[in-house]
């Protein structure tokens, strides 16, 4: 079959308020991120699974608040006056675990931001604990913050993140496919973006609508390539 060329290119997230789904895996983060609830420590720690929802909850708080948002490897020690006049959200804060002039920023972000009386969330995978911080005094306000933690989604919320992923790259799958990859993809919101992305790239290039048969044939290729690389990781 002739194959025309596809460009992978980035989907527009919606990051609204109405576009995140409240299920019970995170129904918790939600209701602290609420601007009327009050963190004793006037900081949050936000964390989850890649994909589960931290950046869209970040902008949520952030459109709510005036907050500003930034990577933490963006952060310098000539960027923290600005910012820490109001509210604040790092993303990603454990990639900066082996650089320690961004751990300084942060660490100087973090105090000002609070002595001003603002808030500050910070968000990154896995524990606060396991971040990898080489900054004793840092790690220790970072654990000290309020935890909001997103779990893995339940059958209904992966689907509603399915269907978004796709309303994000403004593709409109046939009504079974939703349901067939619910059912037979692996449980995580990574997942679940590697394969509406590849679904995508295979109905761009070969002008086909998006059915279950392409959805069987993508599932197919995502438990070859992991059996591939469990044995190679063995070998």
Sequence with gaps: MAQQLSFDLPAKP???????????SNAM???LLDPQFAWPSGKLVLTG?????????????????G??????????????PELAQGPVAVEDVPQIGGHCG????LFHLHNLVLANGHSLVMTGQGAPNLWGLSLPDLQSRVQAATHAELQPPD?????????????DRQITPKPDVIPYLV???????AAAARIVRR????????????????????LSEAREEATENAASASG
């Design 102 to 105: 961004r751990q300084n920023a």
């Design 155 to 167: 059958d209904q919320l992966l689907a509603v993140v399915l269907a978004k992923l796709f309303n």
């Design 29 to 31: 983060a939600v209701a």
């Design 67 to 80: 907050a500003r948002i930034i990577r933490a490897d963006r952060l310098t020690e000539h960027t923290v």
């Design 183 to 189: 059912a037979h993809m692996d449980r995580s919101f």
């Design 14 to 24: 919606a990051l609204g308020r109405e576009d995140f789904f409240v299920a019970p």
């Design 199 to 218: 679904l995508d790239q295979l109905s761009l290039a070969e002008k086909r609508s998006l059915t279950r048969p392409l959805a069987v044939r993508v």
């Design 49 to 65: 699974p890649k994909g589960a929802g931290k950046t869209h909850l970040a902008h949520v708080w952030a459109s709510q608040t």
